[in-house]
């Protein structure tokens, strides 16, 4: 058996397509990654524009001046002084009345540089997010906030994601009341006080998970032919006529599948894990991931989610590597599998949901769009089968996990019961 | 050991590839001959069981080859016809891969893959890959995999073609001396390929055995319809039009020297030959067109090749129709 899985793996890794499939694609992704670290831009103080690694370290710096608990004592502190630092030059009337773009038109008349730096921290963006409505700037929110708003910063975070389930996702999906109950179990297990600080490269891992994608397309090329190219190229007869050709040869194909599945996939997440870590760093592991936005309702760290979300990425891989296998088994031609595969990796990815909640939820199913930090983390993306609630992640880990383990068995029946003719 | 063949029949739509062929088969080397189209790869495929019946069975010590399964693939060798390669294999390793296949330990697998590259003349290519090997490098190759397990059932589908003279009389020895207590069965429609180590032919013609017997009873069957004739070349084309004509040469004074297959003498002064696999084979198939000879047959031939098959069984070494 261990010979088979061995010659199995070699007639994967030696085609031709595969090692150009993988190799370009590997390359596109070391491309992307690079160009990740080196597009990474940020405006001083002194409006001075960085970029590259004099970015990072400034967003580092930027993101540690602020690092620690966020203790209601320390928000109000915080927030009390940023509304005071807005108030002592702008007026709360006229910021209350003013666009956006009008307010931080005034804000960069009225104060000094160093002062703009504070007002324009990302830091107090974070604080206020709860009472930012979109498109006001943080200090057009800070100069409506009352003392006792302030004082209740958690609240004002369950308040907000109350108000979000009841929006119903813009109207486009009612929540059901098990659906309301699931998600804000989830959002009030969240440990308080959050901490802040900086965790770059697992923000970074989480924002480029979703090219894992691309691990899939070159793990369905590799694929595609395990089966079908043994009845395009003429082998199946032979194969099919030797002793452990209906046995041990199909598990043999099924096993070095997965093992070259693995090892590239493995391969990919290196890179882009290895790059964002290496590059933005890899402090900040254990943060929260509320580090990020305040109200995603998962009680994780940073660390915890980048295992969520590569193991998500994970099961996909496997699960499409088990769906080429099935498709592969069935038909003589290698580009069809392919191409069956390749579309829903990526084209599902592309298709508007039109403001369907439903089409919407089989649309994130998808690895472009289930990878996404955002419907992954903090989109409460549910599905409700009877009285069982499912996020998108447990939506994923089971209907990944489900067609990998359908399609191997479907696959082997369909090879073993083959006809030549 | 025996194989029997029983109601053989496979259908492809409404095409009828193969049709009701029965057949007893013990060890020995068994040609079978017919043009292209007649069955023989459909045939083949059963009796490897790598193409399911429509009905009948393919029996092997009695047992239905499906309930026996690893059991039955384990004593069978298969070279399908024009089957592919995996160009990025060496021809070693695709001989050791064929021996995991077939249940073979490495180390024995090894030594008998060396041993076999040998035999079939690729000792120095056994470390290059297929990539680069000829037509008839590759056929070589995947003879020394047909025969690795030391099969007691070897099918050999079209195994010469692309082999040149000296290869296929290589390949002809090579099987000779693997027949030992095995059942060989060779498909070809090259009659030379099994003239001489056929110790039984079985002719196919639109999915049915029409003839099956030892090759000297076989060919008897046209004794009498085999005529050689000194003519000049004018009357040489014109047999050639009117007649199966299966060779003429040239004689230093100008005359053709014309061999016809023909039921009666083909024109005056030709006289009754000794007949040939061959000319049986051109006799049989002289009205197979060369896209193929299934659906050639008409109702009325069939039923006179039957009777032909009924007047030769009782001459036949080890077959038997049913």
């Known amino acids: 058996m261990f010979d088979l899985i061995v010659f199995e793996l070699k007639k994967i890794v030696c085609r031709r397509t595969t090692v150009v499939a993988c190799g370009v694609l590997l390359a596109l992704i070391c491309f992307i990654m690079a160009l990740n670290v080196l597009q990474t831009k940020t405006v001083?103080?002194?409006?001075?524009?960085?970029?590259?690694?004099?970015?990072?370290?400034?967003?580092?710096?930027?993101?540690?001046?602020?690092?620690?608990?966020?203790?209601?004592?320390?928000?109000?502190?915080?927030?009390?002084?940023?509304?005071?630092?807005?108030?002592?030059?702008?007026?709360v009337q006229e910021l209350a009345t003013m666009s956006d773009a009008a307010a931080y038109s005034l804000m960069t008349q009225a104060f000094a540089p160093e002062e703009r730096a504070v007002l324009t921290d990302s830091y107090y963006s974070y604080l206020l997010a709860p009472w930012r409505a979109p498109g006001q700037e943080s200090y057009q929110a800070a100069a409506l906030l009352t003392d006792e708003q302030i004082a209740n910063f958690y609240s004002e975070v369950d308040r907000w994601f109350q108000d979000s389930l009841d929006d119903?996702?813009?109207?486009?999906?009612?929540?059901?009341?098990?659906?309301?109950?699931?998600?804000?179990?989830?959002?009030?297990?969240?440990?308080?006080?959050?901490?802040?600080?900086?965790?770059?490269?697992?923000?970074?891992?989480?924002?480029?998970?979703?090219?894992?994608?691309?691990?899939?397309?070159?793990?369905?090329?590799?694929?595609?032919?395990?089966?079908?190219?043994?009845?395009?190229?003429?082998?199946?007869?032979?194969?099919?006529?030797?002793?452990?050709?209906?046995?041990?040869?199909?598990?043999?194909?099924?096993?070095?599948?997965?093992?070259?599945?693995?090892?590239?996939?493995?391969?990919?997440?290196?890179?882009?894990?290895?790059?964002?870590?290496?590059?933005?760093?890899?402090?900040?592991?254990?943060?929260?991931?509320?580090?990020?936005?305040?109200?995603?309702p998962y009680d994780l760290t940073m660390a915890q989610a980048v295992g969520i979300a590569v193991g998500i990425a994970y099961v996909m891989t496997l699960g499409f590597a088990g769906l080429t296998l099935a498709i592969s088994s069935r038909t003589k031609s290698t580009l069809a599998v392919f191409a069956i595969v390749a579309a829903l990796i990526l084209v599902s990815g592309m298709v508007p949901s039109a403001g369907s909640g439903i089409l919407m939820r089989i649309l994130y199913l998808a690895p472009a769009n289930a990878l996404a930090p955002q419907p992954l983390l903090d989109m409460c993306m549910s599905y409700p089968l009877g009285p069982v609630v499912l996020d998108l992640q447990g939506a994923c880990w089971v209907l990944y996990g489900v067609i990998a383990l359908a399609c191997v068995p479907l696959a082997v029946i369909s090879f073993r019961r083959h006809q030549v003719a | 050991m025996e194989l029997t063949i029983d109601r053989l029949s496979r259908q492809f739509g409404s095409h009828i590839a193969v049709d009701r062929v029965s057949a007893r088969l013990t060890p020995g080397v068994y040609g079978l001959l017919g043009a292209n189209g007649a069955g023989k790869t459909t045939l083949m495929r059963m009796v490897c069981g790598v193409l399911?019946?429509?009905?009948?069975?393919?029996?092997?010590?009695?047992?239905?080859?499906?309930?026996?399964?690893?059991?039955?693939?384990?004593?069978?060798?298969?070279?399908?016809?024009?089957?592919?390669?995996?160009?990025?294999?060496?021809?070693?390793?695709?001989?050791?891969?064929?021996?995991?296949?077939?249940?073979?330990?490495?180390?024995?697998?090894?030594?008998?893959?060396?041993?076999?590259?040998?035999?079939?003349?690729?000792?120095?290519?056994?470390?290059?890959?297929?990539?680069?090997?000829?037509?008839?490098?590759?056929?070589?190759?995947?003879?020394?995999?047909?025969?690795?397990?030391?099969?007691?059932?070897?099918?050999?589908?079209?195994?010469?073609?692309?082999?040149?003279?000296?290869?296929?009389?290589?390949?002809r020895n090579l099987i000779a001396s693997l027949a030992q207590d095995k059942i060989v069965i060779l498909s070809t429609h090259i009659v030379s390929d099994v003239e001489y180590i056929a110790d039984e032919i079985l002719v196919m013609r639109a999915g049915a055995f029409i003839m099956q017997g030892a090759p000297d009873a076989v060919t008897s069957q046209v004794a009498g319809k085999v005529w050689e004739c000194h003519v000049d070349a004018r009357t040489a084309d014109a047999l050639a039009a009117r007649f199966t004509v299966s060779n003429v040469h040239y004689a230093a004074d100008g005359q053709a020297v014309v061999r016809v297959v023909a039921d009666a003498q083909p024109v005056s002064g030709a006289r009754a030959v000794e007949p040939t696999l061959e000319d049986l084979y051109l006799y049989v198939f002289r009205d197979a067109s060369d896209r193929g000879d299934a659906g050639n047959r008409s109702g009325r031939e069939t039923a006179a090749h039957r009777g032909l098959v009924n007047r030769i069984r009782s001459t036949g070494r080890g077959g038997e129709e049913r």
């Not at chain 1, 490269?201 to 793990?219: K, Q």
């Open chain 1, 44 to 91: 001083t103080n002194s409006d001075e524009i960085l970029s590259g690694f004099d970015a990072i370290a400034y967003n580092r710096d930027a993101a540690n001046a602020h690092a620690g608990e966020l203790t209601a004592e320390r928000i109000v502190d915080d927030l009390t002084a940023y509304r005071d630092l807005t108030l002592s030059k702008m007026d």
């Open chain 1, 168 to 296: 119903n996702m813009g109207g486009s999906w009612r929540y059901s009341d098990s659906e309301r109950a699931f998600w804000t179990d989830m959002q009030q297990r969240v440990g308080e006080p959050y901490e802040y600080g900086y965790a770059g490269g697992w923000e970074d891992i989480l924002n480029c998970v979703a090219f894992l994608m691309f691990a899939m397309l070159g793990v369905c090329v590799a694929l595609a032919p395990v089966f079908s190219g043994e009845y395009q190229e003429r082998t199946d007869a032979v194969l099919l006529a030797s002793r452990h050709g209906r046995g041990r040869l199909v598990v043999a194909k099924v096993v070095a599948s997965f093992i070259f599945s693995t090892a590239y996939f493995a391969l990919y997440a290196a890179v882009i894990c290895g790059v964002a870590l290496v590059a933005f760093g890899a402090e900040g592991a254990s943060l929260p991931v509320q580090a990020m936005t305040a109200f995603i």
């Open chain 2, 52 to 171: 399911r019946p429509t009905s009948g069975e393919v029996l092997f010590d009695g047992v239905d080859i499906r309930r026996l399964g690893e059991a039955y693939r384990a004593r069978l060798g298969y070279l399908p016809q024009d089957f592919g390669y995996y160009p990025d294999f060496t021809a070693l390793d695709f001989m050791m891969y064929m021996a995991a296949l077939k249940g073979i330990g490495r180390r024995q697998a090894k030594a008998a893959s060396l041993d076999l590259l040998g035999v079939v003349g690729l000792s120095d290519a056994a470390r290059m890959k297929i990539r680069a090997f000829s037509g008839g490098m590759k056929q070589r190759l995947g003879i020394a995999q047909a025969v690795l397990n030391d099969p007691d059932v070897l099918v050999l589908d079209e195994p010469t073609a692309g082999l040149d003279p000296k290869e296929r009389v290589r390949f």
